[in-house]
């Protein structure tokens, strides 16, 4: 097959369409069809393709993940515990503090952080989780005293 333009595809030279081909008109082939020698043909044609990569494989390359990406991902997170100090420096000013903020708090501290190769970016990332932490730390501390 050959894609030529905007019109769709063409037959590459010298080749036949196939019979009983509808004029492009995409049609499901029921069990009684026709078209299910064909089907069939192009089914185990494609077969071929699918025994070169295992399930295995397609586990693998998912779990692959960039420099680029784990720095994102760490800095994503990082965002997310200012976020959530900042909200809990507003509720503190305004005097409603609630449960909720804590535990959203406690979540984002204990939420694994990707490494990254880039030491400075780590010491970053590392000040503000013992901020967090410290923040989180004060405040249960205070509420088991009262």
Known sequence: MKVSGTGGLSQASGAKPARGASSGVFQVA?????AAPAAAAGASSASGVSGVMGVAALLALQDVESPTERKRRSVRRAGRLLDELD????????????????DNLARAVREQRAGTDDPKLEAVLDEIETRAAVELAKLEFASRAS
């Open 30 to 34: 029921g069990p009684s069809s026709t």
């Open 87 to 102: 909200g809990l420096k507003v509720a503190l000013l305004g005097g409603e503090l609630s449960q909720t903020q804590l």
